[in-house]
């Protein structure tokens, strides 16, 4: 473990680059507010509560899953992942380092979502600290498929087809902005493939929106040792 | 020192890259010539632990590449070919970003940092986003990752390429700076001249010859190149020119015919092996 080049990247590339790169941020934060503002006004605000609890969610993930467009760009386009192949910093450190950087961007969203919380009166002691722990586990979720998947495609183009087709399955299909309740039970459970599900389902529980299935726990934690294993070993970094 | 050992590599598409390669470098600075396509990249590559060879191995300063890579990275320093900074950062950010994947402490990377970029000549630029810099300037802020680092092998994979004449004599100012062994990869010839004690040569992942500048250049003494749109006896065919060698006491006639004179420089090598340079 390298922390000196996790702390490094995370804060040179993201916290220290968010001062000259602020449109970004804004970026960053237009799909999940975007779709806060549809179900918002879809519902007549019924379904507010709903989709700010998910919302958190949904700036996670796709924080993590566009993990993946950096690790594509410092691949493809600076050739920063073959400068850093040939030091002694582990494929781990590497991904830490992107993701936490990432992380960094979506701080401001965060907070947004927080503040958005406590103004409609959802946020409680409890419901921060168990999101925390969801978010954490959806972020290295996200982040581990994102760099197994970078490190196998050939070209940035891929890399922008397949966000986009994660941002889907990821966020679209799992109910983040809507009530989970409204799923069938088989296909809730067909949707836990995705992080997302079982996390968006906790954190209407912890929101006391809807019932806490506590089984969703196990199926995150699983799912998240499960991709962190494979970013562990299913990763190319020295070329074969 | 570098030693390589019948080093091959063919890529799953059946290309072979290298084929069966040895060779031996130890001078201060070792330049890797040949065509696009010849295979320096791959031999960089696996020469600095980012790629598996197929068979054969390679030693740095002793350390084998594929079973003691990790102790490889400690000293040796790569520079990918087309390695461009981070558009959004500093120079010396990024400088101090690849010094802490080397291990640097953020005191210490600061600081040498700062001095390697003054060394190469960006002093007043460090702070500026990459995107500001220009050619020149960007691939100068690699070689002051290379200087910075102090590591004891330095590969630069095409370090000047792109870049307009002025600013490849400043980046090879900077390639003079540093301390370690240099293994540079070019295509420019009088490149490999200004900088390289010794030379080896590769095309189609072969080695042609190995040796220093002058002792390669030494069958061409008192010779210079006439290109023509003849052919003439013992004459070579460079897609529409023909290029012969004769005494340059021989050569002012030749002016006058319209033939063009040249110097000889390590082109000429290729060009008598019958190694095609036009592409």
């Not at chain 1, 609890?53 to 386009?77: H, P, Q, R």
């Not at chain 2, 080093?7 to 040949?34: C, E, H, M, P, Q």
């Not at chain 2, 995107?131 to 200087?147: D, H, N, P």
């Not at chain 2, 003079?176 to 070019?186: D, E, M």
Request: net charge positive; hydrophobic share 50%.
């Amino acid at each position: 473990m390298n922390p000196k080049f996790v702390s490094a990247h995370a804060w040179l590339t993201g916290g220290a680059a968010l001062r000259s790169n602020w449109l970004y941020m804004i970026t960053g934060m237009g799909f999940p507010l975007s779709l806060l503002f549809v179900v918002g006004v879809l519902s007549e605000g019924s379904l507010l509560p709903y989709a700010l609890a998910g919302g958190l969610i949904s700036i996670v993930a796709t924080n993590g899953i566009f993990t993946m467009a950096d690790l594509g760009m410092f691949k493809f386009e600076y050739m920063f992942k073959d400068l850093i192949v040939t030091t002694r910093t582990s494929p781990m450190d590497y991904m830490f380092g992107v993701m936490l950087a990432d992380f960094f961007w979506s701080i401001p969203s965060i907070i947004l979502y927080f503040v958005l919380d406590i103004i409609f009166h959802i946020f409680t002691p409890y419901a921060f600290v168990m999101t925390i722990i969801v978010a954490s586990l959806v972020l290295l979720s996200t982040a581990s498929l994102a760099f197994v998947l970078t490190s196998l495609v050939k070209h940035q183009r891929f890399v922008w087809a397949i966000t986009g087709m994660l941002s889907l399955v990821m966020m679209i299909f799992p109910p983040t902005f809507y009530p989970y309740t409204y799923l069938p039970h088989p296909i809730l459970l067909a949707l836990s493939i995705s992080p997302t599900t079982p996390a968006a389902v906790l954190e209407q529980g912890f929101f006391g929106l809807a019932p806490t299935l506590w089984y969703m726990f196990y199926i995150l934690i699983a799912e998240t040792v499960i991709l962190f294993l494979l970013a562990k070993y299913l990763t190319v970094w020295r070329e074969r | 020192m570098i030693e390589a050992r019948a080093l091959k590599k063919r890529y799953s598409d059946g290309t072979v890259a290298l084929n069966s390669v040895s060779f031996r470098l130890d001078k201060k600075i070792s330049a890797i010539i040949g065509r696009n396509g010849a295979g320096k990249t791959t031999l960089m590559k696996i020469l600095s632990t980012q790629m598996l060879p197929t068979s054969g191995t390679a030693s740095i300063d002793g350390l084998d590449i594929i079973s003691e890579a990790d102790r490889i990275r400690k000293i040796a320093v790569s520079i990918p070919q087309e390695a461009r900074p981070v558009d959004y950062m500093p120079a010396i950010d990024c400088v101090k970003l690849y010094l802490a994947a080397r291990g640097f402490g953020r005191l210490k990377a600061k600081a040498a940092a700062e001095k390697a970029l003054r060394t190469v000549g960006l002093g007043d630029a460090m702070d500026k986003l990459a995107y500001e810099l220009s050619g020149g300037m960007k691939r100068k802020v690699f070689v002051a990752m290379a200087i910075a680092s102090d590591a004891d092998m330095i590969f630069l994979d095409e370090p000047t390429t792109g870049l307009d004449p002025f600013s490849r004599v400043e980046v090879w100012s900077a390639i003079r700076a540093i301390k370690g062994q240099v293994i540079l990869t070019t295509h420019y010839m009088e490149e490999a001249q200004a900088l390289s004690e010794d030379v080896l040569m590769i095309d189609s992942g072969k080695v042609l010859a190995h040796d220093a500048v002058e002792r390669l250049l030494k069958p061409f003494n008192g010779l210079v190149r006439v290109e023509s749109q003849r052919k003439s006896r013992s004459s070579y065919k460079v897609g529409n020119t023909w290029i012969s060698y004769v005494k340059k006491g021989n050569a002012k006639a030749m002016v006058g015919r319209g033939d063009i004179i040249k110097p000889v420089t390590l082109d000429d090598l290729f060009i008598k092996r019958g190694v095609n340079l036009e592409s």
